[in-house]
Structures are given as structure tokens and as C-alpha cells.
């Protein structure tokens, strides 16, 4: 018989860094959930990806066990690495910060597909493209999509 849900709990943390520390620790102790026992799984399941922003989704059951499940870094954060930016632009529609090529945008998309609510790689292309005009960044080239 499946386990009860009680809560789902949603945070961002750096992969491989998880610590008892606020943000982790009020928000699953709060929930009686065992903290060290989530940083160790957190942590051994992020090595590879340490110092990238994870976004995490925790199920907290009934009887106070947990499953998690870890998704890809935000689009915002993944462009932000590709232009070497260190945040967007305070004015988006007129102070513009950087520059991204499609070829570019095509592989955030790719990366994010997974998360994203969207079917083709063109349509996942221009959620992206749109988060990278919020940020500033100008779009360069082309469409390469089918229309």
C-alpha cells in the first residue's frame, strides 16, 4: 500500500552543500523530518553537480520518511553561466547586459526539457529565450525553429 503524503516541500540548494543550516533546517524540521539524514542522501546524489543552484522536491509521508526528487538548475541560472553574467539587468527593456546565440539557448533547452512543460525543442527554445530577454540578455540570430 502506497505511503500517506503529508506535506511536499520545495527548495533551491548549491548540489554537494546541503548543511542543517537555514534555509534546510527550519523548513524540514518544521515537518519532523530528519535534516542530517536528507543532507547526507542530498549531498552524496549532488557531488557531480557541486556549486550549481539544484531545485529539490520533497515529499514528506505520514510517518515522517521522505523521498526526494532533484531537478535541473533554473534557465535563469544556466544563462547566467553561459554569459558569465553575475545577475540580470535592473532595467531588461532598455539596459541590455549580454549577448546569447540559439545554438547557445538549444542547449539550456535541451538540458532543462526534462522540467520544462513543453513538447518540441523549438517550443522549449523560446520559454528559454524569453527567460533570457527578462534578464537582459539579447537573443541573437535567427530562429532556427521549423516556423
Known amino acids: 500500500m502506497a505511503?500517506?503524503?503529508?506535506n511536499l516541500i520545495k527548495l533551491?540548494?548549491?548540489g554537494g552543500a546541503a548543511n542543517p543550516s537555514p534555509p534546510i533546517g527550519p523548513a524540514l524540521g518544521a515537518k519532523g523530518v530528519n535534516i542530517m539524514e536528507f543532507c547526507k542522501q542530498f549531498n552524496a546524489r549532488t557531488q557531480e553537480k557541486a556549486g550549481k543552484v539544484l531545485p529539490v522536491l520533497i515529499?514528506?509521508?505520514k510517518d515522517?520518511?521522505?523521498d526526494f526528487v532533484i531537478k535541473t538548475p533554473p534557465a535563469a541560472i544556466q544563462i547566467m553561466e553561459v554569459t558569465k553574467l553575475k545577475g540580470g539587468s535592473a532595467e531588461p527593456n532598455r539596459k541590455k547586459v549580454a549577448n546569447i546565440t540559439w545554438d547557445q539557448i538549444k542547449n539550456i533547452a535541451e538540458d532543462k526539457m526534462p522540467d520544462l512543460n513543453c513538447f518540441t525543442t523549438d517550443s522549449a527554445m523560446?520559454?528559454?529565450a524569453g527567460t533570457a530577454r527578462s534578464m537582459g540578455v539579447t537573443v541573437s540570430g535567427e530562429f532556427p525553429g521549423s516556423n
Not at 3 to 6: A, D, M, N, R, S
Open 59 to 61: 515529499t514528506v509521508y
Open 126 to 128: 523560446r520559454m528559454i
Open 12 to 14: 533551491q540548494i548549491k
Open 64 to 66: 515522517k520518511s521522505f
Open 3 to 6: 505511503k500517506e503524503v503529508e
